[in-house]
Each structure stands twice: as structure tokens, then as C-alpha cells.
């Protein structure tokens, strides 16, 4: 997941004085905003991390967000009805315990889609991304958009919230294994990577690193194409927006990315708080 009471049969304002009016919608109450959300998606990502949108798991089911679990999905807008950050989960079965969680992003989308399809009831909401438009960074929407996630939970009588977070700044330290980087925190004990100290300041606790939490894979040319790098040989290579290094293997046309990200959990109350 990438950088928020109530009812939502209707769109729903909040905000405090001196801030814009935000309000909640969903994808279900408001498909007329499907193709604004898919821009802003898409915006989000430097050209240099084009790579993050060739997974096979997500290329084979997200668009399933969008077709079945739109009720799901919830969106920001401002007070002209412009879409300001947009958010994607799915509801799954988990038992609760870390050792049953999904593999990350891959498996939650998977998990949540066979479980639709074989008709098990969830227990349990699984945030995939967040996003806020670049121009409305900094203003405190990615918890007001987490905030909406855990309504939408409490909705459908979900008992929790899980994400699988990827870490704001863990693209600068590839080198440094998740499990350690996750655990890492300021002075005043607040976690150190800012997207995880969001989770942490409403409430989230760490469960456990998801250390295949979403796999790239393409021939040495995609590659190059993706990052707009050349890799002469076969080796582990740090690009440009990748938690860990990518490994080429140029004897097999191939590189491959695996991603981790931190599994954190939100409790969810009656009424979504």
C-alpha cells in the first residue's frame, strides 16, 4: 500500500476550519469517477518506476476492483468535485494471525478475488494503495484516506484493517533488509520512514515484514525500457525507485524484482473511527 463514521449511502463532508471540505465517496456510490481515479493512479509514479506497473498478479486483477468490489474503493473530492486521493482494498478471509497473512499486495488481490469467487465471507479489509494527487501532498490527506478505508470496513462489519505498506522512503537505503528498515525509529520513537509513522499515528501496529509482497518480471530489454537504464551484465542492480536491488541474468533474458513491504494492522470499531 502507497501513499481516509459514518454512513456512506451519501458523500460525506469533514475537515477542520481553515482546510478544504473533503468528501467521502465510494466507487460504487460515484462510478462516474472511474476513469479520474485511474489518472490520478497513474500519476503518482515517476517515469523512472514504470516497472511497478508490470506485476502479473495486479495486470490480472485489479481491474476486478473496479468491476466487483467497487463498494470498496474509496475516493476523496473536493468541495468542485475533483477526485484528491483514491484508495484501493479488498475484503478477504484471515484468521488473525500473522502467520496466515497473505504474501503482501499479490497475495491479498488474489486471496480476495478466490474468495469472491467461491462465495467465503471476509472477515477482514486488505488496503492495496493509496493515493493523493502529487498537488495535494502534504495536506494530511493519506489519513483522512486510511480514515475513509476503516469506514469502509466497519461498513461491511469487518473486524480490521490490514495493509501491506511500502515504505516512503526505503528506496533510499536498497541495501538495508526490510526486517531491519521496518523496525527503524526517531528520537521521540515514532517509526523513522514517514508512510509507516501515518499508519503508526492512527493507531496501526507492525505485524510482520511481507517479504514477496509483489514480483516484477521481464526480459533484460523490458527492463532497460522500464527503468531507462542499460545492464551490461548479469548482476543485482539498484534502480531508481526499487525497495531492494533487481536482479538481471542476462544468460536467461530475464530480471526480476521482488518487493517487500510491512504488514500493518488498524483495529476497526463499530462506527469506522
Known sequence: MDEPNGSWQAPRRVGRAGRARIRAVTLAERPDLKDAVRRLTLSIWPREVEFIHHDAVCGRHWGALYREFAEFQPVLCDTRGAVVATGFTIPLEWSG?????????????????????????????????????????????????????????ARHGLRELIAAVRPTLKHRYPMTPMRRYAYWTRADGAPFDPWLRVHWSLGAKLLRVAPRSMVVTGTVAEWEAWTTMTFPESGRYIVPGALVPVRIDRRKNVGRYVEPNVWMRHSVTARGT
Open 97 to 153: 494471525r500473522p502467520r496466515d497473512l497473505p504474501s503482501g499486495v499479490d497475495g491479498a488481490l488474489g486471496r480476495g478475488v478466490r474468495g469472491r469467487a467461491r462465495g467465503r465471507p471476509p472477515t477482514t479489509l486488505s488496503a492495496l494503495l493509496a493515493a493523493v494527487a502529487p498537488a495535494q501532498q502534504g495536506h494530511g490527506l493519506s489519513a483522512r484516506l486510511i480514515r475513509a478505508m476503516r469506514s469502509v470496513a
